[in-house]
């Protein structure tokens, strides 16, 4: 959090450099224009290349956008100090009660990305969360950090539904631990049967629910488990072209977050349902509609799926056209995912 | 608990007597049809009218849906006995391993509502939950009671980001609360925001985000909220006609769950944001679209809508054709929405 105020000071103290020294500011600012949205095959996901873009007071086309930039900066400041949370609805309407216009959300979630660009810092940092909350149990004793909450001690036990992965806990500090790996799963059918089986305890996990394409927040919380506890993380999802893209995501990242790098964990590993699996455990499965073949081509064509992992995946599924859910384990037994299927993935 | 295992023996037993009477066992159930489904004015809900299905197994077309219909009985009892929950989906998958079929899930759902009907209890209470999890948030000490977790006891201000409502926290016994009412939040954003507000001690409430339509367990859990400690249960969305449609589902329930009664809140009240709100507090608006207006005309034509309040709110919607966000309340700071706006709404 300090790192991120030191960040915004200078930011502000060098446009008022240059201001005391008669120069006309400006900024520059990493370009996050798709030409400079690289692939890094190395790193396994997007970066930015160097090329910037500056954003000048001595060009009066650039007025109205050097404002709206400098103008999120000093919210984000704001923010901090006062220990509050937004989100990317909330700083476009709040925009207009300061007299600076947006002309629509996309427009001031475009400068919010450049603030996040300009800084090295994400969104979530700056205190702008999305509305989307993930579900996690497991033995984790966290600190709360936040304000009127500086002493909160909990234990990820302590409700067998689960704890919603906000603003609060996303940023609250590790005390004690007890897990020794991350299973993120996709559907909450799933994530209550393996708190049901004990997963938990039988796979020392701390358990994820995702509720289908993994929230940001998840996501750095599952990149600050192996970051600062050095957890191994697996995906578990659904076996068909979106859950593939699930796990992918977390792996990889995406290309309009190239810029952010607390959200890619590569060596994360999806363990399945892989559509190997649906042959090799005989699941109950239903033939690809219309959209998953869509997706599926979608994918291949996709520079994260080129890993000869990956290419042979979807190769399966495009060979067989063949999808089966998580749920589909239930055929043999409530307690098969836990007795049998896991077991051999997590080896 | 007990009473559904009970109703479940009863039904058991049934059939049994007749058997050993030399009778072809068969059960009788209300009727879900369209035509059975009756608008109960007085009551504010839909209701089940008095039409009766009989199953019976000497109409060997009847065979399959009876035994369909009995094996859900029994896979109920077994998960109530044995602590573990389902979903819709996982029992669908597990009817094929126990040999009975059902040609889709669709097929599975209906029998689940027929067990329902015929018992006069709702899914969750036989261990089938739905997979959506709404959040909850406010002073209010809970001691579950599902297996492993006996005597556990959580204030449910445990954590600033709140506590999923899963089977488990549904299922619990109330112990102890320092709330005097119920706030259900459509939007993420704006459950934070009253949380970093202190929405919850200004205003003595247990706050419940649902994510949209609120799913059957915050729904029920309301119901519990209001049935079992009296608190008077309001409801803030968004202004527009899905927003209304939120707060009706949880005040009047639905047409497809007519027979189950633990879901509606007769007295449950919308706070807005009301269309009259969008003028009063000069809010930012946006235009209906075409999908807008559809919805709008769709709920003009429901019966639930035909109250004058109701009628009064569809209409100003009709002749003024705006809408307007939880979050365009932070077009006056991020704090209008606890120092003015509810303030107004709650008393």
């Given at each position: ?17 240059q ?65 509050k ?10 925009a ?22 300009l ?76 708190i049901?089986?004990k ?112 290419r ?36």
């Amino acid at each position: 959090m300090k790192d991120v105020l030191h960040k915004l000071t200078l930011l502000g103290e060098a446009i008022c450099v240059q201001l005391e020294n008669g120069c006309l500011p400006f900024i520059e600012i990493p370009s996050r224009t798709t030409s400079n949205i690289v692939y890094d095959e190395m790193r396994g996901r997007f970066v930015l290349s160097g090329a910037r873009i500056k954003r000048t007071t001595s060009n009066v086309k650039h007025l109205r956008v050097f404002t709206q930039t400098v103008w999120m900066a000093y919210m984000a400041k704001r923010l901090i100090e006062e220990g509050k949370s937004t989100t990317l609805r909330d700083l476009y309407y709040m925009a207009e009660s300061y007299g600076v216009k947006f002309k629509d959300q996309q427009e001031s979630d475009s400068i919010i990305a450049d603030v996040e660009a300009l800084l090295g810092v994400s969104r979530e940092q700056l205190r702008i969360f999305p509305e989307e909350r993930a579900t996690i149990y497991g033995d984790l004793t966290i600190r709360y950090n936040v304000h009127g909450y500086e002493r909160t001690i909990l234990n990820l036990t302590a409700s067998p539904d689960g704890v919603a992965i906000g603003p609060a806990l996303a940023a609250a500090d590790f005390q004690d631990c007890g897990a020794e790996k991350v299973i993120m799963v996709e559907s909450g059918g799933m994530f209550t049967r393996l708190i049901e089986e004990k997963a938990h305890e039988k796979f020392k996990a701390v358990l994820i629910h995702t509720a289908g394409q993994a929230p940001r927040l998840a996501r750095h919380f599952a990149y600050r488990l192996k970051r600062e506890l050095g957890l191994p993380v697996y995906i578990f999802t659904d076996g068909d072209p979106w859950g593939a893209h699930i796990a992918m995501v977390i792996i990889s990242g995406s290309a309009n977050a190239a810029h952010v790098d607390s959200l890619v964990i590569p060596d994360a590993k999806w363990i399945g349902i892989l559509p190997t699996d649906i042959e090799d455990y005989r699941l109950p499965f239903e033939k690809f509609n219309e959209k998953d073949w869509k997706r599926l081509h979608d994918l291949m064509a996709d520079p994260r799926y080129q890993s000869p992992f990956w290419r042979n995946q979807l190769k399966k599924f495009e060979e067989e056209g063949k999808k089966s859910e998580q749920q589909a384990l239930s055929i043999y037994g409530l307690s098969y995912v836990t007795e049998k299927y896991l077991p051999e993935k997590l080896i």
